[in-house]
């Protein structure tokens, strides 16, 4: 075989396994959904201001800084489908050495200290983002609610605080999760 029918033939098929994986892509679609975006925003920034004031969030600018860099680009990058105008993205520190990062509904996200000493690289610090980014862009928390109940947001808080008790773990964990049902429920009831 001549070298230039060899390196068609290689070409050929470079071409036809890039085209087989494109075609074999899982396509992602957001879960049924009862609530807005704008409950997601509002069940997010009350949850977000218990966290704030239970959790030892980092004041470090250049942290902060570097975190915002980061998730600025990961949500730049969210497909359209997507997007939802109302969520803001903000990307804080949180002065814990547990290797953890959770996100609020509605774009508030909070990366532990412990997670971003331990990457290697902004590549690893990137890839927990993004995966915490993609809860909220597919606005998984209220979607959960939906498939689970047809009751009140309200219990949304509940099941949010009960997951970031488990992820942020411990006493700290307990903490926050009663005061994010706390602060919550507190702006549901006064709706």
Do not use: C, W
């Not at 070409?11 to 036809?16: D, N, T």
């Not at 939802?84 to 804080?92: L, Q």
């Not at 909070?110 to 290697?120: D, L, P, Q, T």
């Amino acid at each position: 075989m001549s070298r230039v029918r060899v390196k068609s033939t290689l070409i050929a098929a470079s071409l036809a396994a890039f085209v087989a994986t494109a075609a074999a892509q899982t396509q992602v679609s957001a879960p049924k959904n009862k609530y807005s975006p704008a409950d997601d925003v509002k069940l997010g920034r009350e949850a977000a201001q218990e966290v704030e004031k239970e959790m030892p969030v980092m004041r470090d600018s250049q942290v902060n800084a570097y975190l915002d860099r980061i998730g600025q680009r990961l949500a730049e990058n969210i497909p359209a489908e997507f997007r939802h105008s109302e969520f803001r993205y903000s990307f804080t520190g949180v002065n814990m050495k547990e290797i953890n990062a959770f996100a609020l509904p509605g774009g508030p996200m909070y990366i532990n200290r412990g997670m971003i000493e331990k990457a290697h690289n902004e590549g690893e610090v990137a890839g927990v983002m993004a995966h915490e980014l993609s809860h909220v862009a597919l606005r998984h928390g209220t979607a959960q609610q939906t498939k689970a109940t047809p009751y009140a947001i309200g219990q949304i808080a509940g099941q949010i605080a009960g997951n970031l008790g488990k992820s942020i773990g411990g006493s700290m964990g307990n903490t926050v999760g009663r005061a994010i049902v706390r602060g919550a429920l507190g702006g549901i009831l006064r709706r």
